[in-house]
Nanobody, 129 residues
Framework: QVQLVESGGGLVQAGGSLRLSCAAS????????MAWFRQAPGKEREFVAA???????????YYSDSVKGRFTISRDNAKNTVYLQMNSLKPEDTAVYSC???????????????????WGQGTQVTVSS
């Protein structure tokens, strides 16, 4: 049974930082794109960042314009874990953040929710002004 379990969400003041983690289990995700999406109340789920890397393959990163330069996605394939370091947080970053996985990804475009193979349950991030 495939599981993606997020952790690290919470309440932080504007300008602060949080680090989200997503532990994957049930299969190996080497070669998969691992991504973060977020959904704010009353809004559609939106792409945040994605990463694809495995030994012997090119390394791909992609960020939405709204987080570029502030968020950093990374992964540890040995631990089957992906991270999202979020710095310079803004109130508009408040959302439920979900981890996601997709088996095929070019690495050159954002992912859409309809392309995702596996989802985590989400973790709340709240940024106060």
């Amino acid at each position: 049974q495939v599981q993606l379990v997020e952790s690290g969400g919470g309440l932080v003041q504007a300008g602060g930082s949080l680090r989200l983690s997503c532990a994957a289990s049930g299969r190996t995700f080497s070669g998969y794109a691992m991504a973060w999406f977020r959904q704010a109340p009353g809004k559609e789920r939106e792409f945040v960042a994605a990463i694809r890397w495995s030994v012997g393959s090119p390394y791909y990163l992609y960020y939405s314009d709204s987080v570029k330069g502030r968020f950093t996605i990374s992964r540890d394939n040995a631990k089957n874990t992906v991270y999202l370091q979020m710095n310079s947080l803004k109130p508009e970053d408040t959302a439920v953040y979900s981890c996601a996985a997709r088996s095929n990804w070019s690495g050159t475009t954002a992912l859409s929710p309809g392309q995702i193979d596996y989802w985590g349950q989400g973790t709340q991030v709240t940024v106060s002004s």
